[in-house]
């Protein structure tokens, strides 16, 4: 038998598609613009309703669901298929039952087609591999807290292997959107309020990821965020400048630094205009600015949303014809709106079919570069690893681990951390209280599998060893006795536990309260998708809860295990200390109950603000200066409990020696930027060096502080380093009156420190010549490098 074109290896990736996609009808190219997700379960589910009877947790979804669930496999995909959605993901399965599934399902599609063309799986990645059994790492903004894009990447990178040896294509991680108000539900999917910080983090993720052979997914392309009043799905207010210079950067770093394959829309207007009918954001930014040439995904139902929920479109047929339009490639996680209507209406000619063969270009791309066009490719090849994948193997612990404890920061030692100090006699019994203490599921996202799926199976427990903090705290203090009491849930106003925890704690040397989330889906937890907070006191009764154990004269400890931030300014200075642990994980609990000993030296920074007060909370640190003016002009103070950056350690460090090696630089000319950081304590530990800039005088409002780089640098006590950061000038580009990025002349302040309030060393440097418009090919990286002081080469001191 003669090899058709498009499965001959030794011609080019462009030409086999080229080939394949003149052999192919209308029907077969439109078909590989869809999916299927047969394991989709969500619409069974029992979830509560509220006083109504209104359904809480698949609205908006469960018009779709219905339209989406009665196509069988085999009839979607006749012409053949583009993706098969979470083959793992959608039910618990092991990962023999999930090859044996990813075969059946490909045979089908192989089968049933004309041309046989496998199809892409996809699976979500946000906290680890979405699947029954396998290692659940801490959220995204616990990787923010880290500070550290190499850990990031590792970390992906053993997720990928992970997905890689099952048969799996493409993850649909990382999420780049940048916080705007912490009383967003998905806060906890993020890396942070700082546009470098997310950039650096999510490009290596992307690399990591990638590195194994997975296609990243980016998302949410772009505002959503930024939805107003933090409401999931809300519309988003938000100007074109704002778009460009706050939330667009880490997309355009991951594409350009990191070579994601894949970006998928957000589900939020962003000034009226549905993202997924955005032509501008998908093609004339995305595309034609940026070169991005991989494929653009819809997030689930997002196609038909635009008839149901944005009302941009009559039907979801003329919906499907606005995505694609729009630069849409591919609709997950069922095909609604590029089906059968989609192939009438370019029949009809309302719809170019040039359009239908750029999209299906795009998609049959990462099929040849994947392997899958390959004459030799089988869908039980595509899984023949799976037998000996371990998916929660003591290495991705270790690893777990590891970001866990490098995640965790402590906010203040207090008089009480840490636990084992030898200059204070040690608590022979701690009360550990509170809902965090005693149940792993709240160290983990709601995109966890056992908080994602798990919940509708609760005969099959977590799947996976998670110990809580009360065990791992037993472990840790084996001379200490250990005593438990809940006080309450995360939610609810249930107070009967109150008075049992008060007397255990007045009855201890130290009581140790864990407190904070529940993540869940669409109002079934206190953080997570559609799990949007009124305002940032903590959930249910627990800020009662504390208020009483801190009235009861026994030292209290406060660790705060939530996806988002919340108020501490009533515990703040009553707590004997006070932790701050990101969702981090299944082994929070050792990481936790290290750092509480003083076994583990904390280095955790915050990626967003500690505000004080649950209402009126402070914007992000990223504000001109209206937003961050202290003065009389309000009344609401806007200055945080806790800044960003801020973390504290069990040792010191000290910066100083500030030399910026010119004074004056062309505004297409760069500068090095060097301080000496010194360990002054008598522990080693790590502190990250963060620079950042001001411009003072702009044609625009700018921030009065933003992040431009930073460096993880650990050392031995009383020993130093030099961090020497290179600004090249578009580091200070910014989106202009009439729209264009600029690099502008004037003086540029400059600023390092350890967060974005402790700022010791600073001085100025001026940008001359003329106004520069630059474009996608600007620096978009500041490259650091950490000496040790006797082998570094300094500048003259400016």
């Known amino acids: ?86 083959v793992y993901g959608g039910i618990p399965l092991t990962v023999t039952e999930g090859a044996a599934e990813v075969v059946r399902q490909q045979r089908i599609v192989i089968e049933d087609s004309r041309l046989g063309i496998p199809a892409l799986v996809h699976e979500e990645c946000l906290t680890g591999f979405t699947t029954y059994g396998a290692t659940v790492y801490p959220a995204a903004i616990a990787w923010g807290a880290t500070f550290d894009p190499d850990l990031v990447e590792r970390m992906a990178a053993a997720i990928g292997r992970d997905m890689a040896a099952v048969g799996v294509h493409q993850g649909l991680s990382p999420v780049l959107d940048v916080v705007r108000d912490y009383r967003w539900g998905r806060v906890e999917e993020t890396m942070g309020e700082d546009p470098y910080l997310v950039s650096m983090l999510g490009a290596g ?38 778009l460009m210079d ?9 594409i350009r630094v990191g070579r994601a394959g894949s970006v998928m829309n957000s589900y939020s ?61 591919v609709e997950l996680p069922d095909t609604l709106g590029f089906g059968a209507d989609l192939v009438e209406r370019v029949r009809a000619g309302e719809v170019p079919e040039e359009l239908v063969d750029r999209a299906a270009r795009r998609l049959l791309t990462h099929k040849v570069e994947l392997g899958l066009l390959d004459p030799d490719w089988t869908p039980e090849a595509s899984v023949a690893r799976a037998a000996g994948t371990d998916l929660d193997s003591p290495a991705n612990r270790a690893l777990a681990r590891e970001v866990a404890e490098r995640s965790i920061v402590l906010l203040d030692a207090g008089t009480a951390l840490p636990l084992l100090d030898g200059n204070r006699a040690a608590p022979t019994r701690i009360a550990v209280v509170g809902p965090c203490a005693d149940d792993p599921r709240t160290f983990m996202g709601c995109y966890a599998f056992p908080n994602h799926v798990l919940p509708r199976h609760p005969e099959l427990g977590l799947g996976i060893d998670v110990p809580t903090v009360v065990d791992a705290l037993r472990a840790e203090l084996p001379g200490t006795e250990i005593v438990h009491e809940r006080g309450s849930q995360v939610q609810g106003t249930d107070r009967s536990g109150f008075a049992a925890a008060v007397a255990t704690a007045r009855d201890s040397d130290l009581c140790v309260a864990v407190v904070g989330d529940l993540a869940g889906l669409f109002g079934n937890g206190s ?49 004997a200390g006070l932790v701050q642990a990101f969702m981090p994980g299944q082994e929070a609990g050792g990481a936790i109950a290290g750092i509480l000993s003083g076994r583990i030296q904390p280095g955790g920074k915050l990626p967003v603000q500690i505000p004080r007060h649950p209402g009126g909370q402070p914007g992000t640190y990223l504000q001109p200066p209206l937003g961050a003016d202290r003065t009389n002009i309000s009344n609401l103070d806007p200055t945080p409990l806790f800044p960003f950056g801020y973390g504290s350690a069990y040792t010191t460090f000290e910066l100083d020696d500030l030399r910026i090696s010119a004074s004056e630089v062309p505004t297409d000319g ?31 409002t700018r921030p009065v502080k933003q992040l431009t780089g930073f460096a993880r640098v650990s050392l031995e006590p009383h020993t130093d380093a030099l961090v020497r950061f290179q600004v090249h000038a578009d580091r200070t580009a910014f989106t202009g ?58 500048p003259v001191a400016s």
């Open 527 to 575: 953080s997570g998708e559609g799990c949007d907070a009124e305002d940032l006191r903590l959930p249910g009764v627990q800020a009662d809860l504390l208020a009483e154990l801190l009235d009861t004269g026994t030292p209290v400890v406060v660790v705060v295990v939530s996806g988002r931030p919340y108020a501490l300014g009533d515990v703040h200075g009553r707590a």
């Open 670 to 700: 760069e500068f090095t930027v060097t301080v000496r950081v010194c360990n002054t304590g008598e522990r080693t530990g790590e502190e990250v060096v963060q620079l950042y800039l001001h411009d003072t005088v702009a044609q625009v």
């Open 269 to 329: 207007d962003v000034d009226g205009v549905p993202a997924a009918a955005d032509s501008w954001l998908l093609t004339d930014l995305l595309r034609d600015e940026w070169g991005f040439t991989g494929t653009v995904v819809s997030d689930y139902w997002a196609v038909p949303f635009l008839a149901t929920m944005h009302k941009v479109a009559a039907d979801t047929g003329e919906a499907g014809a606005q995505a694609l339009a729009a630069g849409i490639d």
């Open 1 to 86: 038998m003669t090899t058709p074109d498009w499965q001959d290896q030794t011609r080019s990736v462009a030409d086999r598609v080229s080939s394949l996609l003149a052999h192919m009808t209308l029907e077969e190219k439109v078909a590989q613009l869809g999916s299927r997700w047969v394991s989709n379960d969500m619409e069974h589910d029992e979830e509560p309703a509220d006083e109504t009877g209104t359904n809480l947790n698949v609205a908006p979804m469960q018009d779709v669901f219905a339209a989406s669930g009665s196509v069988s496999l085999e009839d979607a995909s006749k012409h053949g298929l583009g993706h098969l959605t979470r």
């Open 737 to 794: 009156r009439d729209l264009r990025r600029i690099v502008e002349p004037g003086d540029i302040e400059v600023m390092v420190g350890t967060s974005a309030e402790d700022l010791p060393c600073r001085g100025t440097v001026r940008l001359t010549g003329p106004l520069r418009v630059v474009g996608a090919d600007r620096r978009l990286v500041t490259p650091v490098d950490v000496m040790p002081t006797k082998d570094a080469e300094l």
């Open 246 to 254: 706050v939330i667009l950067p880490s997309f355009e770093t991951a």
């Open 205 to 242: 993720y992307v690399r990591g990821l990638q590195s194994a052979g997975i296609i990243a997914t980016l998302k949410h392309f772009a505002g959503y965020s930024a939805a107003r009043a933090a409401r999931n799905h809300g519309p988003v207010p938000m100007g074109r400048r704002e």
